[in-house]
C-alpha cells in the first residue's frame, strides 16, 4: 500500500465549479503537507504549505488539513480554463528527523475545467 | 528572484552511457533534492542535498548518484543507463534546514534508446 494515496481522476468540471481534490496517508510521522500545480511538460509549481491541522487560504485555493483522519484537500473555488493541470499532493515528517528533506507524493490528479 | 535552472531540459541516450544533469537552485536556498518522475510510478524522490551533504537518499540503485558545490549548485549522474531510467528528473530546491518549502525547476527530460 502506497503511504500518499489521490485519486487520479480524471476530473472534468464547468468552469465556475468548486474543485475538490483530496489525499489520505497512512504515516503518522507527516507534518508537513503541501500541494502542487503541474501543467504539461512542466516542473510542479507549489500552491499551498501547511502545516497544522486547519484550513489555509490563498486566493482562490484552500487547503484543509485533518490529521487526526490523515486526510488532505484542496478546494479550488471559481475553478477557471487555466486551471487545468494535474494537481499533487506532497508529504514531509518534522524538522529534525532524516527524511525532512523527502518529499512524498500523491499520484497527481488529473483536473479539466471546460468553459 | 530567478526560479531554479535545470540543464539540459532534452537528452537523448543510449544504453549503458551515462549522463550528469545539472540544477542551480534559488539565490540562498542551500538545500538541493532530486525526484525522477514516471507515468507509471510518479514522482519518486531521488537524494537530498544540505551543505555539500546527502542528507537523505531514496530507494534508488547506486547507478544514481550526485553532489553539491560550495555555492549549492547540485549534479545528479546516472551511469550504465538502461530503458527504464527514461524519465523527467526534476530538482527542487529549498531554504533549509527548517523550512522544507520546496521549489521545483523545469526538470530535465531524459530517453534512454
Known amino acids: 500500500q502506497k503511504e500518499v494515496e489521490q485519486d487520479p481522476g480524471p476530473l472534468s468540471v464547468p468552469e465556475g465549479a468548486i474543485v475538490s481534490l483530496n489525499c489520505t496517508y497512512s504515516?503518522?510521522?507527516?507534518?508537513?503537507f503541501m500541494w502542487y500545480r503541474q501543467y504539461s511538460r512542466k516542473g510542479p509549481e507549489l500552491l499551498m504549505y501547511t502545516y497544522s491541522s486547519g484550513n489555509k487560504e490563498d486566493g482562490r485555493f484552500t487547503a484543509q488539513v485533518d490529521k487526526s483522519s490523515k486526510y488532505i484537500s484542496l478546494f479550488i473555488r471559481d475553478s477557471q480554463p487555466s486551471d487545468s493541470a494535474t494537481y499533487l499532493c506532497a508529504m514531509s515528517p518534522n524538522a529534525g528527523g532524516t527524511s525532512y528533506g523527502k518529499l512524498t507524493f500523491g499520484q497527481g490528479t488529473i483536473l479539466t475545467v471546460h468553459p | 528572484k530567478a526560479g531554479v535552472t535545470q540543464t539540459p531540459r532534452y537528452l537523448i541516450k543510449t544504453r549503458g552511457q551515462q549522463v550528469t544533469l545539472s540544477c542551480s537552485p534559488i539565490s540562498g536556498h542551500r538545500s538541493v533534492s532530486w525526484y525522477q518522475q514516471t507515468p507509471g510510478q510518479g514522482l519518486q524522490f531521488l537524494f537530498e542535498?544540505?551543505?555539500?551533504?546527502?542528507?537523505n537518499k531514496g530507494n534508488f540503485p547506486g547507478r544514481f548518484s550526485g553532489r553539491q558545490f560550495s555555492n549549492s549548485r547540485s549534479e545528479m549522474n546516472v551511469s550504465t543507463l538502461e530503458l527504464g531510467d527514461s524519465a523527467l528528473y526534476l530538482c527542487a530546491s529549498s531554504p533549509g534546514p527548517a523550512n522544507n518549502e520546496q521549489f521545483f525547476g523545469p526538470g530535465t527530460r531524459l530517453t534512454v534508446l
Open positions: 542535498y544540505f551543505s555539500e551533504t546527502q542528507r
Open positions: 504515516n503518522s510521522a507527516f507534518q508537513y
